[in-house]
């Protein structure tokens, strides 16, 4: 039976921990609460908001619609074959949880991937990634429920067009689409990724040799150092993408500032430039304008030290896309979803 509540604050399912209300608030657990749902909603043609974790979004004012709130649980191992797990989770099932499940039973493949926040349900819409681990890599297929008719459309790793923080939900097929599992493929002999980042470090610090476990654990304890934890200082992880240039732009850019950091991508076409880099250079690194501020561990990190406002958070994301674009020539693009 489905409980719609009226004017709720979005303050405790927003990690940024802006203070806004919804003018619904339903929190469903099952397929059927779902199409239930979205038959209510039918009626009264609101807009309405899928929310998983909270950790990628901004509120900039009270939403004036519908916010469901996806908590349909529960993991199941559902095949194997000689190379693989397929394990099938649902959408309102916590990533990290799930990560240190799939850790434990030996599945092998989402272990750099560790303490992201936010939900399983999520996880596709952006192609989630830490130390060059994407979650494409491991994803075998999606289901979702389509909004307009309720019905159960599945879609397959190539279905979902996965790019770099991206997929066909963030885009063209935006608001049409609730995601309820998505399947991952992991394997039973490990391919480890330790190249990325400063693992192979970490690993050495901890007098450990590669293994699902040591990984993740190393994943864990860099993130825990470099990272704001939402829970004491509101964010939403990197506030931008890093910008992707064509790799001639690069070449240019790096005989007027040196020491501009930079990795090939798509064939040595284009290079990925990170944007904590850029926004470090423009001035930016640990400014703070009321409660709103680039944190000053990682600029990429936009942070609410209290009673920021959704306004004064996107404002200064503004600020900071504009004085990297005068001293660079290059517009960053928002990561975080903004409502
Ligand atoms: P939400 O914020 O609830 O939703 C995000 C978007 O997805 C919204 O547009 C929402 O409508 C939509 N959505 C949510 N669930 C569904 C669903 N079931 N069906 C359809 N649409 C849905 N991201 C990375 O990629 N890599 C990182 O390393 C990383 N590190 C982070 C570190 C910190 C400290 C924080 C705060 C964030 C970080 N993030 C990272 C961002 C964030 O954790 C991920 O994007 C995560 O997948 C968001 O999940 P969520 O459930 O909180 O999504
Ligand atoms: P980092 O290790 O300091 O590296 C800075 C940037 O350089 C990263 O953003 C990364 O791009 C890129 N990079 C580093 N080594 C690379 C390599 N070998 N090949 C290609 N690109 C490389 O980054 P960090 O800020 O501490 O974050 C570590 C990882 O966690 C990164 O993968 C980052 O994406 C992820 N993370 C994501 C969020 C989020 O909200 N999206 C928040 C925190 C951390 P990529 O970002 O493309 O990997």
Request: aromatic fraction near 10%.
């Amino acid at each position: 039976m489905i409980q719609i509540k009226e004017n709720i604050s979005l303050k405790p399912f927003n990690s940024f921990g802006i203070d806004v209300l919804a003018k619904q608030f339903c929190t469903v657990r099952s397929f059927n609460e779902v199409q239930a749902l979205l038959e209510w909603n039918k009626t009264k043609n609101s807009p309405l908001l899928i929310l998983g974790g909270g950790s990628n979004l901004l509120f900039t004012k009270d939403y004036n619609g519908l916010v469901l709130q996806n908590a349909l649980k529960g993991i199941e191992l559902v095949k194997e074959d000689n190379e693989y797990y397929f394990v099938k989770a649902m959408a309102g099932e916590n990533w990290h949880q799930f990560v240190s499940y799939c850790v434990q039973m030996q599945y092998q493949g989402i272990e750099n991937m560790s303490l992201i926040p936010g939900n399983i349900g999520a996880s596709p819409m952006q192609n989630i990634g830490a130390y060059g681990v994407e979650v494409k890599d491991v994803i075998e297929s999606v289901e979702a429920i389509q909004i307009s008719d309720g019905a159960i459309v599945s879609f397959d790793n190539k279905a979902c067009e996965f790019g770099y923080r991206e997929s066909i939900f963030k885009h063209q097929m935006r608001n049409q689409f609730i995601i309820v599992s998505v399947l991952f493929k992991l394997r039973k002999t490990p391919v480890y990724n330790t190249s990325y980042g400063n693992i192979e470090q970490e690993l050495m610090n901890m007098k450990a040799a590669p293994s699902i476990k040591a990984i993740s654990d190393a994943v864990i304890r860099i993130r825990q150092r470099k990272l704001p934890d939402p829970t004491k200082i509101g964010n939403a992880g990197s506030f931008f993408k890093n910008p992707i240039i064509p790799t001639v732009l690069y070449n240019e850019l790096k005989k007027a500032h040196a020491s501009i950091p930079g990795f090939a991508v798509q064939n040595g076409l284009h290079t990925k430039v990170p944007a904590a880099w850029l926004i470090e250079q423009s001035g930016w690194k640990g400014f703070r304008a009321g409660d709103a501020g680039c944190y000053p561990l990682q600029p990429l990190v936009l942070v609410n030290y209290g009673h920021a406002t959704g306004v004064e958070i996107f404002n200064l994301s503004t600020q900071i896309i504009e004085k990297v674009k005068v001293e660079f020539g290059i517009e960053l693009e928002r990561e975080v979803n903004i409502y």
